[in-house]
């Protein structure tokens, strides 16, 4: 079978099948070792982002300049996506002046409206309902520590946001065991569960961090408040009381798991000081790996 990435937008992790997956990944492990080909020589790719970000634009902007392109930066401040001006007239715009455009949004379904109007590839840098680039960064991860996603036993403590969504397909795709533990009225999405399910692997919902845990080679978290959420910040801080992951937690997986947080961190809400700084913590290698997984996404994206 070939695969081929070419000019394809990537909005979810589902949008891609097992065998692409796997095939982002081995090209994100060769590059990081050997060469990177220079297939956006001449190129120019925008970054339209509404919200914060310190590692998804660091890493798309050298991700770019190392592959021979010219990364343009929008911030919250500037693009107004339909506000000062209609998605589609912004996606119409840009693409009569770049070859892609990779978009941090507020609702998902903006970024779908910017793909129907563009006429270039759009890369999800983030959006309310999945953080696909953040999942090829973790997975890559997970393969690099564990030696295979096949098997593993992923645990998910805390809230079914965006970025445990693009990680439950992803990882279940290729054949993980993924547990995510969160409290009432904060699961997964139904129709995220749904395709879990059905992509291999296998997938569990549950309550109790405890039982999640149990047994993890992978012990992951996230932010209760995800950006765009702020005002819901003390309502969700007492819903997810108990969804800290401490050390006794970690105690709970195996011995050699390992723990991953996308950070930013808040630090002594969902994760305490001495579990993220502690050896069993992989938060800068993984953030690392964002580089390497969206370096190797670009180059199959935009392949000569
Ligand atoms: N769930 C977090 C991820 C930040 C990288 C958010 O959406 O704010």
Not at 19 to 30: D, G, M, N
Not at 118 to 123: A, C, G, M, R
Not at 275 to 293: G, M, P, T
């Amino acid at each position: 079978m070939t695969v081929s990435l070419k000019n394809r937008s990537f909005l979810s992790i589902s949008d891609l099948i097992a065998e692409e997956l796997s095939h982002v990944l081995s090209t994100a492990a060769k590059q990081k070792k050997g060469k990177m080909p220079q297939v956006l020589a001449g190129k120019s790719i925008a970054l339209l982002f509404e919200k914060p970000s310190l590692r998804t634009k660091a890493s798309f902007d050298v991700a770019v300049d190392q592959l021979g392109g010219h990364p343009i930066y929008f911030g919250p401040q500037e693009i107004g996506l339909g506000q000062r001006e209609s998605i589609s007239d912004v996606a119409q715009t840009t693409s009569r002046f770049v070859q892609g455009i990779i978009a941090r949004v507020f609702t998902h379904s903006s970024i779908v409206e910017l793909t129907k109007h563009s006429t270039v590839p759009v890369i999800n840098a983030l959006s309310d309902g999945e953080h696909p680039c953040q999942a090829l960064a973790d997975l890559l991860t997970i393969h690099e520590k564990k030696g295979g996603l096949k098997g593993v036993r992923i645990a998910f403590i805390g809230d079914g946001n965006n970025v445990a969504s693009s990680l439950a397909q992803g990882a279940c795709m290729l054949g993980a065991d993924f547990v995510i533990a969160s409290p009432v009225g904060y699961e997964l999405p139904k129709a995220v569960q749904t395709t879990a399910k059905k992509s291999g692997g296998s997938f569990l919902q549950v309550t109790d961090p405890k039982d999640a845990v149990k047994g993890a080679d992978v012990v992951y978290t996230d932010v209760w408040a995800s950006m765009g959420q702020e005002k819901d910040s003390a309502q969700r801080a007492n819903a997810f009381k108990g969804y800290g992951v401490t050390s006794e937690l970690m105690a709970l997986a195996k011995k050699d798991a390992i723990f991953m947080h996308d950070l930013p961190a808040h630090r002594g809400e969902e994760v305490t000081d001495a579990v993220i700084d502690s050896k069993q913590s992989v938060v800068f290698d993984q953030a690392e790996n964002r580089l390497h997984a969206q370096r190797a996404l670009l180059s199959l994206i935009f392949a000569k």
